[in-house]
């Protein structure tokens, strides 16, 4: 049996902290330099400098940068304004030399304000797409292309290069195609090659960034509709008339659940679960790619999720929520209308069964049951022809 391919490393970079990146690109597009050389060292010290108007660099980081003409390149910096130390060319290399950035200087003229999270994040980013294996080798050019490329591209891996690309970069094109950095190129339309696709700075064309502030008040709204519509809280009395009314294999898990001593869940949680008609979690549109993207990274997650049922059924006597096959399973950081997403494309795909709309009875499905996935005491064959 082949390998499984690797998964894909996440995105370096949220879609705000790609916005902070391409505004660092921008202003070092804007400053009066004339060099790839002084160009790439500005985009290093300037998110060095953003927090405090003044970015550390030593002798060692300056020849790592592998610049053409290390020294014009700081001659560009100082007329520009900034002020180099000379013991950054001339001094001990491991010894931090302060470049101050008057651009940077802390207030309202801030030209670069970034929270601190944010700084490090697009420092990180910066760093990584500079030593990205394609073009750690590179030429100055060919590095500094490589950053406004991927910053500009979207989470689909496509971008469209901008105005503010140095020239002097446009001869590096061919060469990330070559090396792969690039995946392919169509005049001023690219698209990012597959094993740098984490440097993707999350690019969103402004109407695109309007449609899912849109989306975000749709469900804000959901929200609150699905709140005011909310049940008020159930009595004991209540609870235990909608028990008296209910079949006896639905009580039997009504009192599984009820009694489990593992999830010990709040009265008013078990009750208005059984009580209350599910509300719907809305999916917006971008949960479509952030579920390929998911699932792209879990390849197994059908079979991790049935066979996770089958275990947690033997220790509770009941099946798991969604919420708790997700964290049982490590899948913490998915929202809740992707989680809704995730699980029921793992029920559609038949890996999982549910008894909708009863709460906590996801169960393995006919295609676990197939591969001899079961409940306890049940057999595969049992399994297939009852399931």
Not at 131 to 156: G, H, I, M, N, W
Not at 258 to 286: D, H, L, N, W, Y
Request: hydrophobic share 45%; charged share 20%; with cysteine.
């Amino acid at each position: 049996m082949p390998p499984l391919p690797a998964a894909p490393q996440p995105f370096l970079l949220t879609p705000r902290q790609g916005e902070a990146a391409r505004e660092l690109l921008s202003y070092v597009a804007g400053l009066p330099l004339t060099s790839v050389d002084a160009q790439l060292l500005a985009v290093v010290v300037a998110i060095r400098a953003a927090r405090a108007g003044t970015g550390n660099l030593t002798g060692t980081d300056l020849r790592s940068l592998r610049l053409d003409d290390p020294e014009q390149a700081v001659a560009e910096l100082v007329a520009a304004g900034w002020q180099v130390p000379g013991s950054l060319l001339d001094g001990d290399p491991d010894k931090p030399a302060g470049i101050i950035v008057p651009d940077m200087a802390p207030g309202p003229r801030h030209a670069l304000p970034l929270g601190k999270a944010a700084r490090s994040k697009v420092s990180g980013w910066a760093m990584r797409t500079r030593l990205a294996k394609p073009v750690k080798k590179t030429s100055p050019a060919a590095r500094l292309a490589a950053l406004f490329l991927a910053a500009y591209c979207t989470d689909e891996l496509v971008g469209e290069a901008p105005d503010e690309l140095p020239v002097a970069c446009y001869p590096a094109v061919p060469v990330l195609l070559e090396k792969g950095f690039l995946a392919e190129v169509s005049g001023r339309t690219y698209r990012l090659g597959p094993a740098v696709r984490h440097l993707a700075g999350m690019f969103r064309t402004p109407e695109e960034v309007a449609a899912r502030a849109a989306e975000e008040a749709e469900r804000r709204v959901a929200r609150e509709a699905a709140a005011a519509t909310e049940l008020v809280d159930i009595t004991p009395a209540q609870w235990a008339e909608w028990k008296s009314g209910i079949s006896p294999a639905l009580l039997r898990h009504v009192e599984a659940v009820e009694q489990c001593a593992s999830c010990r869940c709040a009265f008013g949680r078990i009750t208005k679960a059984f009580m209350s008609a599910p509300s719907p979690v809305p999916a917006p549109r971008a949960a479509a790619g952030d579920y390929e993207a998911w699932r792209d990274a879990h390849p197994d997650c059908g079979r991790e999720a049935a066979e996770f049922t089958v275990a947690f059924r033997a220790e509770h006597g009941h099946g798991p929520s969604y919420g708790q096959l997700c964290k049982g399973l490590g899948w913490k950081k998915l929202s809740r209308s992707l989680r809704g997403v995730v699980v029921g494309g793992i029920l559609a795909e038949g890996w999982l069964a549910e008894t909708s709309p009863v709460p906590w009875t996801l169960r393995p499905g006919k295609a676990a049951q197939a591969r001899g996935i079961v409940l306890p005491g049940q057999s595969p064959a049992a399994a297939r022809t009852t399931g």
